[in-house]
């Protein structure tokens, strides 16, 4: 599975803006898509995930109420749309793939992230 994220750019706190993952590979559906981020000088920490189906998501604390993230499998692309924007959203987000639900790290496959910054 190779995964690309796009989206990303330069927005003022309150903006929205939405990232996609395009995924490659003939059996998307069967693979939970997680969102990640990278603050600078911090771990990378995650945000959210969604099941195969997209009936199950889970979100982080931070970003629950402002965040959603959704899939279309027929485009095999999976969605992060982010709303009320704050200066600590900033970092590089990335997209990740694996056959389990999960909201730790263990993701086998990883895209390359995409830079968010938003301004106070």
């Known amino acids: 599975v190779q995964l690309q994220a796009s989206g990303g750019g330069l927005v003022q706190a309150g903006d929205s803006l939405r990232l996609s993952c395009a995924a490659s590979g003939s059996t998307f559906s069967r693979y939970s898509m997680g969102w990640f981020r990278q603050a600078p000088g911090m771990e990378r920490e995650f945000v959210a995930v969604i099941s195969g189906s997209g009936g199950t998501t889970y979100y982080t604390d931070s970003v629950k109420g402002r965040f959603t993230i959704s899939r279309d499998n027929y485009k095999k692309t999976v969605y992060l749309q982010m709303s009320s924007l704050k200066p600590e959203d900033t970092g590089v987000y990335y997209c990740?793939?694996?056959?389990?639900?999960?909201?730790?790290?263990?993701?086998?496959?990883w895209g390359l992230g995409t830079q968010v910054t938003v301004s106070s």
């Open positions: 990740a793939a694996d056959r389990v639900l999960a909201t730790s790290m263990d993701y086998a496959y």
